[in-house]
């Protein structure tokens, strides 16, 4: 099948897949479109909210629609690395065995990461990262497509770890939830207190997704797309001299490469899953949002003068 005949075919499936999906989450188009770029791309995502707002059922849903293997890991205080990546047991042979951990999966859940100490949370780096762990000196690659969909509670900050600059970077999205509205929450009352439950098929195998991955990384993007992106980068960059005034007033640190490649992988899917074969700049501000607002670090006169993440990327259109 041709690249072109691959994403007109990805446009179709792409609206079944959340067809299927809205039949559990009632609205939250956004977020579902967001996470499903970053499955698509490659990357993690941050998914940011209160409690309630259906953040695990959201990413169990997703799972099965993906037709992938999924996994939910609660982060505790107690939570050790060996919990998440597994750990070398003595067998009757008196042989180590190795017994894989809940990271042996497609689809990662980590609810509330901010809970567990930075020794738990950096248990994720290289599996984020490398698509593989190291344990007791051996390495295991881990089954792709892969993905980490990590939560994470905004108001509640008492015993919470906030992750640490490097991990936020390896999320491609940081995505913020919002309450439903008057009418969706109506929607989902309904919904869920009956006992009638609602099923999920799966429409999509690993590999396919594998394959549409592949095909999202083969869409030619022009210089001056390329270019904008980097860019707007740049300009996060309280240093830099293209820096908007905005941004050296409120901003300590800018985002780095990783924003800019991030940018243009998310613009193309975002291209593909609308039917276009190249993206081009009003893609990259649809996915610019979800991309820098946890790259950049405001200073206090930002959060004094309630000076928002938004406002400053806008100013960067």
């Known amino acids: 099948m041709s690249d072109v005949a691959a994403i007109e075919q990805l446009v179709v499936r792409y609206k079944d897949l959340k067809n299927e ?37 959201m990413v169990n849903t997703i799972a099965q629609a993906l037709g992938l293997d ?7 205080p107690d939570l050790m690395p060996s919990d998440i990546l597994g750990s070398e047991i003595l067998d009757e042979d008196r042989h180590f ?14 609810d509330e990461i901010n809970r567990t100490p930075p020794k738990t949370q950096a248990a994720l780096l290289e599996a984020m990262q490398e698509r593989a762990v190291t344990v007791a000196g051996h390495h295991y690659k881990l ?14 900050q008492e015993g919470t770890y906030p992750l640490p600059e490097a991990q936020l970077d ?32 799966s429409l999509f195998s690993a590999k396919e997704i594998i394959d549409f991955q592949h095909v999202i990384r083969r869409i030619p993007v022009a210089d001056n797309v390329i270019e904008y992106a980097v860019r707007m980068v740049g300009k996060t960059r309280p240093d830099s001299n293209t820096a908007p005034d905005l941004v050296k007033q409120y901003i300590d640190w800018g ?9 243009i992988l998310a613009a193309k899917t975002h291209a593909a899953i609308n039917g276009k074969f190249s993206p081009d700049i009003e893609n ?6 979800s991309i ?7 200073n206090y006169k930002a959060e004094a003068e309630g000076i928002t993440e938004e406002q400053i990327i806008k100013s960067l259109f």
């Open 292 to 298: 820098l607002r946890h790259r950049i670090i405001k």
């Open 143 to 156: 089954d792709l497509p892969y993905f980490v969909l990590a939560t994470q509670n905004p108001i509640e």
């Open 97 to 110: 065995k190795f017994i894989k951990g809940p990271i042996f999966a497609n689809i990662i859940l980590a």
């Open 70 to 76: 999924f996994k939910r890991i609660q982060f505790t």
């Open 21 to 57: 999906i809205a039949k559990v989450i009632v609205g939250q188009q956004d977020v579902v479109d967001q996470i499903l770029i970053s499955v698509f791309s490659g990357g993690h995502s941050l998914l940011i909210g209160v409690p309630g707002l259906a953040k695990t059922l």
């Open 255 to 263: 985002a780095g490469p990783r924003a800019s490649q991030n940018l």
């Open 170 to 201: 390896r999320f491609m999205f940081a995505v913020n939830l919002k309450y439903p509205s008057f009418e969706e929450e109506v929607q989902v009352v309904k919904s869920t207190t009956t006992d009638e439950m609602a099923t999920v098929n």
């Open 284 to 289: 990259v501000q649809a996915v610019a949002n």
